[in-house]
């Protein structure tokens, strides 16, 4: 549905309203609702995109300007053409948009009566929800609402519950939304292209529980209504607001309001399938869980959450699925899989195998049960390729030979080049079969994959592989590390700030060790560094003295010249080496993780229990750091 068209828009809004939106919509803020934001140095801030796909962040924003950028595609403006672009909106949209977010009157002139002329579609939309949830919320303790009230409380949702999700109810006479609204100076026809009543007066909800659906800045988009009578006019379970200018299924996902921070913080969101499931996982402690609203989980949601979770690094996030553990839940597993590149964090599924959803879930076993069974998740593929190969009968050779060449496919799609020989081993584990045999079935599945998706003159040139790391100048001895290298930039940074201001360091180098390296010379140069002594005014002429490979020289020349991204403090310090130290603790989880994946519980049940309390006490140990590595609250 277009967006009404507003004339002449730059000259209808008061000159001194429209500078103080722009003073007070500060484009950091405003767009960090959209993507997650990192420093990037120099005052900058960096993200993925919202407007092209990438993997990389090329998208730039300066605060001290006010501007935006994205490298990639080349667009880019301030904070009122962020918004214009971002929710396809005219000028007088955005800026009354901006002017919602922080509170400013405006005020209208048409050049000469100063006549007020009529709001932008989309704004009056979005109050129009806003109300409307306000009223849900209202009628829910009503006389006509306890079919609603009963049907939260047998789900274990209290009255608190409910005021914190914003659950409402819409009355069965269908009149009375419409009557409320227009008192408000809603006209029939907005209301209309809100979605909110019909062509013919009546309310587009009647005798339905609701669930306001928000985006990340809390602005009400539309709403999840669910049936509660036998004599309800349509037919189905659930309803959704209709597409409009500001509700587009596939852009949205319910409770996103809520997880948005949560989201970013922990670099993991959680997938359920719906409303309650929702409220479910966020009281039981979820409180990264999300659902999509009346249509299946697809590549634009996807793209959403990549660009919330804001990681370029594949290990340092999850996106988790929750699926029944019957042949529908297999089915959507396998949905997600196709679509798994659209993800740069690892996916995860976690499976329950009494087929109980998140809800049902903490009403039978408690919220226990609930994060347990995240918890337990396991890696998409691994469960795909387990759901493909039990179809077959693994005791006959054919079998086997069927099963391998059903799931070499699956391992050859697997975006990491780095854990391709990883499944390679594992389906060779699950079948019984030689390593090397399933690997070259694997390279075989590629290649027919590249014949399909090539021309023919393409058709004989040799597959591509995993992405190589650029390549590393050698010297004499030590290779030399890519500066530029995004998976070394923690080590790179930590030893920068060593070099650079060793007095914002405490004893010991706050605990870092040269295991937290994997450069091998970015170890060699924090060993030079520890062996050094106390850094004095000539530092780091010592460290160069205590190791002359060429390598260490050159990258320590280099890392004096490079500029600090922040003032040095020891609070700089405590979180640049917490964010080292994390990266350790995450690779011996994975580490760790692989090896209780192999060893069986029963037969190994001391063993088995040993690893899973050091996982235990690691996984403690990674939320301490990640909590430090993000800095003070703001």
């Known amino acids: 549905m277009p967006l009404r068209t507003l004339p002449d828009v730059a000259g209808l809004i008061n000159e001194e309203d429209l500078a103080t939106v722009r003073e007070r919509s500060r484009i950091e803020d405003v767009v ?18 919202p407007f092209h796909d990438e993997k990389t962040p090329s998208f730039r924003v300066t605060p001290a300007r006010g501007f935006y950028y994205c ?12 918004v214009q672009a971002i929710n396809n909106c005219s000028f007088v949209e955005a800026v009354e948009f901006l002017a919602d977010r922080v509170g400013v009157q405006l005020r209208y002139t048409d050049g000469g009566g100063g006549a007020r002329v009529e709001p932008g579609l989309r704004s009056r939309i979005l109050e129009a929800n806003r109300l409307a949830a306000e009223f849900f919320a209202g009628q829910l303790t009503g ?41 408000h100076k809603f006209s029939d026809e907005e209301l209309v292209k809100a979605s909110l009543i019909r062509e013919g007066g009546w309310d587009y909800f009647q005798g339905r529980l609701l669930w306001p659906i928000r985006d990340a800045g809390r602005s009400v988009l539309g709403f999840g209504a669910r049936r509660l009578f036998d004599d309800d006019r349509m037919p189905a379970k659930y309803i959704n607001t209709r597409e409009t200018p500001v509700y587009k299924k596939s852009h949205v996902l319910y409770g996103l309001d809520l997880a948005r921070q949560n989201i970013a913080k922990k670099n993991q969101a959680v997938i359920v399938e719906g409303y309650t499931d929702v409220m479910a996982a966020h009281l039981a402690g979820i409180d990264t869980a999300v659902a999509s609203c009346g249509t299946a989980f697809g590549d634009d949601h996807a793209r959403l959450l990549s660009r919330l979770i804001g990681t370029t690094d594949a290990l340092a996030g999850e996106v988790i699925f929750t699926f029944d553990g019957d042949a529908a839940g297999q089915a959507a597993a396998l949905k997600v899989f196709s679509g798994d590149q659209h993800f740069i964090s690892q996916t995860y599924v976690a499976i329950e195998p009494s087929g109980l959803d998140p809800c049902d879930l903490r009403i039978q076993h408690g919220d226990a049960a609930v994060r347990e069974l995240v918890g337990r998740r396991e890696p998409l593929y691994r469960y795909v390729m387990a759901s493909t190969i039990a179809g077959f009968d693994l005791d006959r050779v054919d079998g086997r030979l069927a099963a391998l060449r059903a799931a070499a496919p699956l391992v050859s799609s697997v975006r990491d080049g780095s854990l391709v020989n990883g499944y390679v081993h594992e389906l060779a584990k699950m079948l019984g079969a030689e390593v090397e045999e399933v690997r070259r079935e694997v390279s075989r599945a590629g290649r027919r994959k590249l014949s399909a998706n090539h021309d023919r003159q393409q058709h004989h040139e040799r597959p591509p592989q995993a992405e190589p790391p650029p390549d590393e100048p050698t010297l004499v001895g030590l290779p030399m590390p890519n500066p530029r290298d995004r998976s070394l930039e923690v080590e790179r940074g930590t030893l920068r700030l060593m070099v650079r201001a060793p007095e914002v360091f405490v004893t ?24 050094a002594g106390t850094p004095a005014g000539d530092w780091p002429q010592p460290v160069v003295a205590v190791n002359p490979d060429p390598a260490v020289s050159s990258v320590i020349a280099a890392l004096t010249t490079e500029p600090l991204l922040r003032p040095a403090s020891p609070a700089y310090a405590s979180e640049y080496v917490a964010k080292l130290r994390l990266l350790t603790v995450s690779r011996a989880i994975a580490n760790l993780k692989s090896k209780l994946q192999r060893t069986n519980p029963i037969d190994d049940q001391p063993g088995y229990n040993r690893m899973f309390a050091t996982l235990l006490d690691l996984e403690k140990r990674r939320r301490e750091l990640t909590e430090v590595a993000a800095g003070p609250a703001d």
């Open 32 to 49: 960090g609702s959209y993507v997650t934001l990192r420093p990037a140095g120099g005052g900058a801030l960096t993200g993925l995109c």
């Open 71 to 82: 490298f990639g595609c080349n667009v880019g403006g301030d904070v009122i053409g962020f």
């Open 143 to 183: 006389p006509e609402a306890v079919a609603g009230r009963q049907f939260l409380a047998e789900r274990g949702f209290d009255r608190d519950a409910a005021e914190h999700f914003g659950v409402g109810f819409a009355p069965m006479g269908g009149r009375e939304l419409a009557k409320h609204l227009r008192a």
């Open 508 to 531: 010991d180098w706050n605990g870092v060790g040269a295991d937290d390296f994997t450069h091998p010379t970015y170890r060699a140069i924090f060993a030079a560094i520890a062996d």
